[in-house]
């Protein structure tokens, strides 16, 4: 059994986020970045894919964090 659920999609990421899954790691890889969240997060994203939507507040909420994120986590990968 899988105990995360990972994407490089950030506008699946952004939707996750914004319906309230843990973020628990973001991966640099090469020029792509990957978003670890809970396994229970894959029905959520089946639902996206399917047009499932969220409130436009959360978001833009989520993809104003998401970016911050992900600015970091690129700025500690280049200084490593």
């Given at each position: 059994m899988?105990?995360m ?5 950030s506008?699946l990421?952004?939707?996750l986020f ?11 890889i090469?020029d792509l970045t990957a978003f ?13 894919y ?5 409130p436009a507040?959360?978001?833009?909420h989520?993809a104003r964090q ?7 986590t690129v700025n500690?990968?280049a200084?490593?």
């Open positions: 899988t105990t659920f990972q994407t490089t999609d506008d990421a952004t939707y914004a319906r309230s899954f843990s973020l628990l790691q973001v991966w640099k090469g670890v969240f809970p396994a229970a997060a894959e029905l959520s994203a089946r639902a996206y399917q047009g499932a939507c969220v507040k959360n978001l833009l989520a998401l970016n911050s994120i992900q600015r970091k500690a990968y200084s490593a």
